[in-house]
């Protein structure tokens, strides 16, 4: 979960083990691991974290360890197991929490200007927790439309269907003002509504009103009567959907021609839709798709440079998705080393706009290499295999989660290919 684009789950919210908080900890926990906490602190830095830390009697680094391997059930397990509080303890903890107010000048001036900017008038907003919910919402309830793009079509993060997360994204800005040349209640946005059982207008209320993907979830089951299996025949559905008669084909082929005038592969909807994003805001998102292949060598003839630029532009948008960049990549690292130039200095390029060509000419004039190292380069880089009992057993791990069958992928290099290939087509069938 990325933080700086949604807020955690409400402090109130008793979803896991019945506990305050928990499920808030949970979600600033996993935002921990993955370095996307935004301006929301985790554990021991966190003033009410710390709190339910010591109730249960689990550490910050425990903790964000289990958030990291368990979903939300098996973590309420994991925390009723590890803690011996009995429910009439969790009982009164919860009461309290949910009833307590600022004791100190400095809570009570935060709430007073909480209630002042964003719901003046409000009488009835008195807690800790009822400060820290106004300031979430009142934070992340805007998206503004002109200045990026809402999520691709195939993400899932609301209720498991597609296009859901996207529609919160147009609602949020539609009720802010803010939609830029986007439309809410588009024919895709019909589809949704009439397979999920609300109207485009109470879905657009629930997704302002609840700026949590997980939470605006649970407004949407509460709310349709689809179950799993009718949901994963619709995701099949619509993500399939394509121009169906002459006006559709029409304006579909308007559209790529103005998008992607090259691109034969793009047949639906949704991939129209991705590519059409990405193009106006001048974006590389690799929540959308995977960066160049590590084999691709169109930049300098250099095995995986074209793949760190595209994950450098995805990166300072904060659309990396699951890749790793410069320092966290073990094959930028090689690259950087290989050029002998700062991570900063690469990342400075790739923020002021610079093209592949100009990153080239930068590496040329001040980091040159010779034909001959950089095929040295690409032969060493291409051939690492894992070398000792550790790396193999984890090798063999990841292998096994994306394809058991591919037994001729021995290579760091295949396993990334592999990995891109089927991340992707997972992700847009929905499994």
Not at 264 to 284: A, K, N, Y
Not at 325 to 344: Q, R, T, V
Request: hydrophobic content about 35%; overall charge negative; glycine content about 8%.
């Amino acid at each position: 979960m990325d933080l700086s684009r949604q807020p955690p789950r409400r402090p109130s919210n008793v979803s896991i083990a019945g506990i305050v908080n928990l499920a808030r900890m949970t979600d600033k926990a996993r935002a921990y691991n993955n370095r996307t906490l935004g301006e929301f602190l985790y554990g021991d830095d966190s003033g009410l974290d710390k709190i339910l830390l010591e109730f249960l009697d689990v550490s910050h680094d425990d903790f964000a360890d289990a958030a990291g391997r368990y979903g939300d059930s098996d973590l309420g397990r994991w925390i009723r197991e590890v803690s011996d509080r009995t429910d009439e303890e969790i009982d009164a903890f919860n009461q309290y929490h949910l009833q307590r107010e600022p004791d100190d000048e400095a809570g009570k001036q935060r709430l007073k200007d909480r209630i002042e900017k964003f719901a003046p008038g409000r009488t009835d907003i008195v807690t800790v927790f009822q400060s820290i919910e106004l300031d979430d919402w009142a934070n992340f309830r805007d998206v503004d439309l002109s200045q990026r793009a809402p999520r691709s079509p195939y993400r899932r993060e609301v209720a498991g269907i597609f296009g859901l997360a996207r529609m919160a994204d147009k609602a949020r800005a539609e009720t802010a003002g803010t939609l830029g040349e986007y439309v809410y209640n588009c024919p895709i946005d019909q589809a949704i509504a009439d397979f999920v059982g609300f109207t485009a207008e109470n879905f657009r209320e629930a997704a302002y009103l609840n700026p949590n993907d997980l939470e605006l979830g649970d407004w949407v089951r509460e709310h349709t009567r689809a179950h799993s299996g009718e949901i994963s025949q619709f995701n099949h559905r619509i993500a399939g959907k394509g121009p169906e008669d002459i006006k559709e084909c029409a304006i579909f082929k308007a559209a790529l021609a103005n998008a992607a005038p090259n691109r034969t592969d793009i047949t639906t909807w949704f991939d129209l839709l991705d590519v059409d994003d990405e193009v106006s805001f001048g974006i590389v998102d690799l929540t959308r798709h995977p960066p160049r292949s590590p084999y691709d060598a169109s930049v300098g003839g250099l095995f995986g440079l074209a793949r760190m630029i595209d994950k450098g532009r995805a990166a300072i948008q904060r659309l990396l998705g699951q890749y790793k960049y410069a320092e966290d990549s073990g094959l930028d690292k090689k690259i950087a080393e290989f050029y002998g130039f700062a991570m900063g200095d690469f990342t400075d390029l790739i923020r002021a706009g610079r093209t592949d060509e100009e990153i080239l000419a930068w590496l040329n004039e001040s980091h040159f290499k010779s034909s001959s190292e950089i095929s040295e380069f690409n032969h060493d880089i291409g051939t690492i295999e894992p070398w000792n009992e550790k790396r193999r057993t984890w090798f063999r791990g990841v292998l096994a989660g994306l394809d058991e069958s591919r037994t001729d992928v021995t290579t760091y290099m295949a396993l990334i290919v592999l990995d891109d290939t089927i991340h992707f087509a997972r992700l847009k069938t929905a499994i």
